[in-house]
């Protein structure tokens, strides 16, 4: 079978009887051979959800695609067939603080996540050394009160220009507009410095210390045009202690950022993500 590609089939469509038996039709017709299938419906929306993985011979993907596409527009399908080697465009965005750039860098370089990086953003330049370590280009768009319109202009464009298939804001303190929320729906990645959807905003574990919790997080999510209230990927926490300050909740949140942006951008790069209104559908 060493001469046969994997691809990896993503959908969601309202639910109904048979589906996936005439999915794996398909697939066996075109002498596919699934390695992994997981599927999900929504008993509440009455939508399913679906992420296989199959071989193909050579060449054999365009029949299937011709196939496919007469079934999705029978079934209403949003869909998604893609080669399972492909290594997406990330562009990263960042401003100061360099936990989650250097967290990601490192688990690029060493295979972890399937992408490339045509360059890194900025809205500072602290970080140019960390993107140069890496060799990966690195530009600086600064921001201000008098030119964040034009800023955001020139970001938009820079970022078609690199061709982004998907953003990762890596603690980018910068409010996007709705227009590149918009272009890039579903593809723009953040990670906020809380367990969404409390303490939303600023200063989050300021926030935290003030209420006295006794666990803080950190949300992997889709940015839209709502601040911190786009689809969530991942979540996870960290116990804090009666003595912790706001400089402990600060550096084991960090931690935690790390972990939850890495492991949300990896499902994303991986097509395990799906998703419908303000929820997602993560096959991990």
Request: with cysteine.
């Amino acid at each position: 079978m060493s001469d046969r590609t994997e691809f990896r089939l993503t959908v969601s469509c309202p639910d109904q009887m048979g589906i996936v038996a005439r999915v794996a039709r398909l697939i066996a017709d075109s002498e596919g051979w699934i390695t992994e299938a997981a599927q999900h419906t929504d008993t509440e929306a009455h939508w399913f959800f679906m992420r296989w993985v199959f071989s193909l011979n050579g060449g054999a993907d365009a029949a299937l695609t011709r196939e496919f596409s007469q079934l999705a527009e029978e079934l209403r399908m949003n869909w998604s067939l893609t080669r399972a080697e492909a290594r997406p465009r990330v562009v990263i965005l960042v401003s100061r603080e360099p936990h989650c750039l250097t967290d990601l860098l490192a688990r690029w370089r060493s295979g972890e996540l399937p992408m490339e990086i045509p360059a890194i953003l900025s809205n500072h330049r602290d970080l140019e050394e960390v993107a140069a370590c890496y060799g990966i280009p690195f530009e600086h768009i600064p921001v201000t009160r008098e030119t964040r319109e034009a800023a955001f202009a020139t970001l938009q464009q820079r970022l078609r220009a690199l061709q982004a298939e998907t953003v990762v804001l890596a603690r980018y303190m910068q409010i996007l507009p709705p227009t590149l929320c918009a272009e890039f729906r579903d593809r723009l990645i953040n990670i906020h410095h809380s367990f969404l959807p409390s303490f939303v905003g600023a200063r989050p574990y300021h926030q935290a210390f003030a209420r006295g919790v006794k666990l803080i997080g950190a949300t992997c999510h889709y940015v839209t045009e709502d601040l911190d209230a786009g689809p969530i990927i991942e979540q996870d926490v960290a116990r804090i202690r009666h003595d912790d300050q706001v400089a402990d909740l600060v550096r084991k949140g960090r931690d935690v950022e790390r972990w939850v942006l890495s492991r949300g951008l990896r499902y994303h790069l991986e097509g395990r993500v799906l998703t419908h209104g303000n929820k997602t559908i993560v096959f991990d």
